[in-house]
């Protein structure tokens, strides 16, 4: 007999029950529900009805129509209705898009911040005065919502779905391709991406693993290599096909091991009562609160007098370059511009608003390292660069303050700060800054 199985993730988890990946999986598993795109926060909330041509994504092709499911799906709220409904054996869960898509909030409306598909739909263009939660740049507020939500999700699953057993996939950013000659190849994008989100995973996959019942499928990085040929395109999560057999098999050890556990009995209908009500409550409270972070932290056009730009550079010979280690920085405020890289290495730039920077870099290969603090890179409409003066308050490398003084940049008028390294050194870098203030002392 086939196991009935769901899915509520990523490719991670998702691409092991497809044919294209895994041939033969249906010998084994009968996939109910692929529950793509959505959030636990986004799905535990409210359904939002609207004109299904709205969210329509042209030419109409096959995966611009699997596109716009995936928006309807969530907007529907439709993945409680299906567990209920279709008494799956095993839920397989990844946490990707947990940390790499966030909630976008708006009307009071919670949905999951689709932002693939969604900047896609006539209906994105009818949504004004959003907001958006994302782990990435509100850490510890996301992580706050998430896991009130997750443990409400458990709990759906122990009153709706008791029978259900969680499989919980460790899925992580990968940075190795495996080429066609078997040689491996190192994607430095993505060792930056990676240190970024994977630490984001550990910390939302330890939780479910810490207080709830569920089969956990770990995750081998020294055997998991990508695809650059993936039929998805190319990316860090995009793994080579020994991968998903590999989680198939094991999804089929946990199905038979599972197939004879004992059937629980269902919850009877005042826990359900109760339930609703915990749910409703949460929503209520996430709305608030989202209200307030709207008001308080939506960026405006003033932000860019407090945008510090760091650039790096670890100078030797071509393969010279810098890792990010460590960081709290969501991935796009760290890039690899084309003019960073030379045959004397390649170097990161930095951007970011929040007024403090903790971050630790790596350097590959004996170097000089050197860093420029400086002001963001600001132009008219003629294309020519006016100054704006960031107040750098602090800066230090490895708990070692290097400014005496206040120092105030702009773009051309950088701090450039040099250091002697060695193969992978580990640079500790703090900074503080502040807008031009009447306090700043201007050289000029």
Known sequence: ?????????????????????VHNYKDYFKMEISAQRTLMISFLNDPLIINEELIK??????????????????????????????????LVIDNLLEVVLGILYFDDHIITNNRWHFPLTKFNDT?????????????????CIWS????????????YCPNVKVVLVQGRLVDKILKPD?????????????????PLLDKLDSYIIDNFDVE????????????????????????HKDYHYNLIEEVRTIAKNHLNDNKAIPTDESEKE??????????????????????????????????????????????????????????????????????????????SENGTLDMKIKCINDGLLKISIR??????????RFPIYIDYTNFSINSEPILKNNVLVCHDTPYIFKKEVKDSEIIDIHLEWLPFNESSVYNG
């Open 1 to 21: 007999m086939k196991t009935k199985v769901g899915c509520l993730g990523s490719c991670i988890s998702r691409d092991a029950f497809n044919s294209d990946f």
């Open 57 to 90: 994504i042209e030419p109409n092709t096959k995966r611009n129509r699997a596109k716009s499911h995936c928006i309807s799906y969530d907007l529907n709220k439709s993945f409680l209705k299906e567990m209920i409904e279709k008494n799956i054996d095993i």
């Open 127 to 143: 949504i004004t005065d959003e907001f958006i939660l994302n782990i990435t740049e509100f850490p510890e507020e996301y992580f």
């Open 148 to 159: 009130k939500y997750c443990d409400l999700f458990f709990k759906f699953l122990e009153i």
């Open 182 to 198: 078997n040689t491996i190849k190192v994607d430095t994008v993505f060792t930056t991406k990676a240190n970024v989100i994977n």
């Open 216 to 239: 956990v499928i770990e995750f081998d990085f020294e055997k998991t290599f990508l695809d650059e040929n993936h039929i998805w395109g190319y990316s860090p999560v995009h793994y």
């Open 274 to 351: 109760k339930f609703r009500k915990q749910v409703k409550k949460a929503n209520f409270e996430t709305k608030l609160f989202l209200k307030y972070m709207k008001k308080s932290n939506m960026p405006d056009a003033l932000s860019i007098y407090n945008r510090a730009r760091i650039d790096m550079k670890n100078f030797g010979n071509k393969d010279n370059r810098i890792e990010v280690v460590e960081t709290i920085l969501p991935p796009q405020r760290i890039t690899f511009p084309k003019w960073l890289k030379n045959e004397e290495g390649e170097g990161i730039m930095v951007r």
């Open 375 to 384: 002001g963001p890179d600001m132009r008219d409409k003629n294309k020519k």
